[in-house]
């Protein structure tokens, strides 16, 4: 593959990837409900461990920058299987977001269309909380960001920088004026984190947030793409550090608009009833656009790290051939972007079975925030036990990339167990329903089973080099490199 991109286009990949406009639309409301008035302390706590990891991802991506990045980090330095399974719920984990963001997409259309006064079409009453209407448009949009991805990297960087600049412009602006027309009373208890109603909000709250910043390390699967493996490290930091900032500016804001019944109430169209309590049409409308524009680019922005991961497991024999077919003309795994695509959109026609958009977006991200901890901590571990000798070496640089990280798995660890834990106790039957604790478990716990099903298949039947150490690095850099 080409080596295509600069700091600026990794920072955009991995600001799009983790979508900061639409975690602040539609995921603020959902942790209003669970952590109450403590939006700003719960993002601060949470970005702590995320941090902490990224630190380990940045130092592995500059000794061995690959395209199958944690899958292959994690499989050298701990186990195969373990690597296998990092890359498995990864690429799940992503597909399963395309497949809901795709109808957050449709939702965010919607919304538009109707503040244009549009509330019909061929007689068919357009509703943004209705799962198929959403799914139906979303899946539209779904496939035109594929064909851009096919494009080439450089050209989906580009677009993505355009529209990072609007939505930021738009966030900064509303929220900006927020924090001083707001009406409800300013206080510090909002970013004390020992004021979280229990230690199941907190978990709870902990893995939502997690889930905001979750994509920055999709800048680490182009890493064979960019010009200099630091580029793609600088490109992660950077979008992580302004994340964190504009979740704590628009949580604080939301909260000085917005009483926190309106705040939990309003779900998945929460920065809609924001934008519309601070200015009338059109100007209401700028918030919806970013949002529109932001689900847009994190489904272009997921397609193409999943596809890379895919390309490299395919490349180890771990998956099959058809996952490393590059285009003739762009030099991108063209086949593996439209097949990642086709399975997202048949996910998506699947999750219909939930009738509503914030139920939905409820059951996905708690499923996903689960599975993300558990291969951030495995990737943590991974820097960990990989850089241990600079310990004796280099005590300061091992505060960085094996301490660091060591203890942001810890606790990524505890508090995606103990909400795991919560899940399977908080029922006692199945009911295929977004608020039932079982059916929100069975979703990791089938990314993780199927993932054990599909190394054991690529260890025995397709007998992977990668299982027995016969895999060479793709680019290895001297340590003192990084």
Request: glycine share 10%.
């Amino acid at each position: 593959m080409r080596r295509s991109l600069g700091v600026g286009g990794a920072m955009a990949l991995a600001a799009s990837s983790t979508a900061a406009t639409s975690s602040i639309g539609i995921g603020l409301g959902l942790m209003a409900g669970v952590v109450g008035l403590h939006l700003p302390a719960i993002m601060l706590l949470a970005f702590l461990p995320v941090l902490a990891i990224a630190g380990g991802y940045g130092r592995l991506n500059r000794v061995a920058p690959d395209a199958g990045s944690s899958y292959r980090w994690v499989g050298a330095a701990l186990n195969p299987w373990l690597g296998f399974l990092t890359g498995w719920v990864n690429i799940l984990g992503t597909v399963v977001f395309m497949a809901y963001t795709t109808t957050v997409t449709g939702s965010a259309v919607i919304q538009l269309l109707a503040a244009a006064t549009v509330h019909r079409i061929a007689g068919l009453s357009l509703s943004p909380d209705s799962t198929l209407q959403c799914t139906c448009i979303g899946m539209v949009v779904l496939i035109a960001s594929a064909l851009v991805a096919v494009r080439g990297l450089d050209l989906a960087a580009r677009l993505q920088k355009y529209l990072l600049v609007f939505e930021y412009a738009v966030l900064l602006g509303f929220c900006g004026y927020g924090l001083f027309a707001g009406t409800q009373p300013f206080s510090l208890d909002w970013f004390d984190p020992f004021g979280i109603p229990s230690f199941h909000a907190l978990a709870q709250g902990m893995v939502l947030a997690v889930f905001c910043y979750w994509g920055f390390e999709s800048v680490f699967s182009v890493g064979e793409e960019v010009h200099d493996p630091r580029d793609a490290s600088r490109g992660g930091f950077i979008a992580l550090t302004v994340m964190m900032l504009l979740f704590v500016l628009a949580g604080t804001a939301f909260q000085r608009v917005l009483p926190i019944d309106e705040l939990v109430g309003n779900g998945a169209q929460g920065l809609t009833y924001f934008g519309n309590r601070l200015a009338h049409q059109p100007l209401a409308a700028l918030p919806l656009i970013a949002l529109t524009f932001s689900a847009a680019a994190s489904l272009q922005a997921s397609v193409v790290p999943t596809a890379r991961g895919m390309f490299a497991m395919g490349r180890d024999g771990t998956l099959g051939p058809v996952w490393t077919r590059l285009h003739p003309r762009h030099q991108t795994p063209a086949a593996g972007t439209l097949l990642v695509t086709a399975v997202a959109v048949g996910l998506a026609l699947l999750s219909l079975v939930i009738p509503t958009v914030s139920s939905l977006i409820s059951a996905a991200v708690n499923a996903i925030g689960i599975v993300v901890a558990l291969y951030y901590a495995l990737t943590a571990v991974a820097a960990a036990v990989r850089f241990r000798h600079l310990l004796r070496t280099s005590p300061v640089e091992a505060l960085r990339v094996v301490v660091a990280p060591l203890l942001g798995a810890v606790t990524l660890l505890a508090v995606g167990g103990y909400l795991a834990w919560s899940f399977y106790a908080s029922a006692d039957h199945f009911e295929l329903t977004a608020d039932n604790g079982w059916f929100e478990l069975l979703v990791p716990v089938l990314m993780v089973g199927s993932g054990l099903l599909a190394a054991a298949w690529a260890r025995w039947h397709r007998r992977s080099p990668y299982f027995t150490g016969g895999i060479e690095p793709v680019a290895e850099a001297p340590v003192g490199a990084a």
